[in-house]
């Protein structure tokens, strides 16, 4: 299969979508998926300690566990208005990894998650080419019964990171 998903001339790059299965979660009223494999674990609402001189999205890090993780705020990320937080509000911790290194852990701000779900292949859709600059970040849509899941490549969604903020995570 290497690396990809093919169906029906569709493809969908990343192999953490070869299992189909995907963490669903809210920000504003869209709901969004990152590939299952790609996550560590989900936490609730921390203290985060800011840094100088980051990205607005780049809220700071949090000591998990005696580990220090950067934490991005996914609505700003996506140039949607920020929002209060809430006893809804978790952070969802990611691996993301570059091309030889080890896995680095990110925390993602999400405003609620949902649930775990399954996107077989032919709920899988690529992603609209109206998408504009956010399209780099959508690896596709899941076709689900009564809705849509947009589904992240998280991997580019933090790959624009500063690699000394993600060195600092290592």
Known sequence: MNGTIEHKGKTAGATAFASN?????YLSKEEYGIAILKVREIIGMVD??????TPEFVRGVINLRGKIIPVIDLRRKF???PADYT?????????VGREGETAVQVGCIVDTVSEVLAVDLEQFEPAPR???AAGDYIAGLGKLKDRVLILLDI???IGDLDPALLGQAA
């Open 21 to 25: 299965k995907f963490l669903s979660f």
């Open 48 to 53: 985060v300690t800011p840094l100088p001189r």
């Open 79 to 81: 140039g949607m208005a």
């Open 87 to 95: 006893n809804e509000t978790c952070i969802v911790v990611v691996d």
């Open 130 to 132: 109206c998408a504009n």
């Open 155 to 157: 991997e580019k969604v």
